[in-house]
């Protein structure tokens, strides 16, 4: 059974920082892609950054500069390292993999961690 643990939310100002982690288990699974997604009230699901494995990673526009994506292999983990937090950042962020597509959404998902930037 594949799980996704996510960490690191929490509530941070304007101009803050905050670095989400999560930690892929499975016993025969190895990921291929893995990124993060967000969601906040009344908005879709969209795709902050993705990194698939020995390749560069991908940023949506309106964090580029701000966020850098990052992975541990051998610790089968995902990084969102968030600098330079704005409001519109707030959200719920989840971790998402699949081992067998180069593109996301892949067929695992986190639990969601809240991320709240107050002004």
């Known amino acids: 059974q594949v799980q996704l643990v996510e960490s690191g939310g929490g509530l941070v100002h304007s101009g803050g920082s905050l670095r989400l982690s999560c930690a892929v288990s499975?016993?025969?699974?190895?990921?291929?892609?893995m990124g993060w997604f967000r969601q906040s009230p009344g908005k879709q699901r969209e795709l902050v950054a993705a990194?698939?494995?020995?390749?560069?990673?991908m940023y949506a526009d309106s964090v580029k500069g701000r966020f850098t994506i990052s992975r541990d292999n051998a610790k089968n983990t995902v990084y969102l390292q968030m600098n330079n937090l704005k409001p519109e950042d707030t959200a719920v962020y989840y971790c998402?993999?699949?081992?067998?597509?180069?593109?996301?959404?892949?067929?695992?998902w986190g639990q969601g961690t809240q991320v709240t930037v107050s002004s």
């Open positions: 998402n993999t699949d081992d067998g597509v180069a593109s996301l959404p892949g067929d695992y």
């Open positions: 499975g016993a025969t699974f190895s990921p291929y892609t």
């Open positions: 990194i698939p494995r020995g390749a560069s990673a």
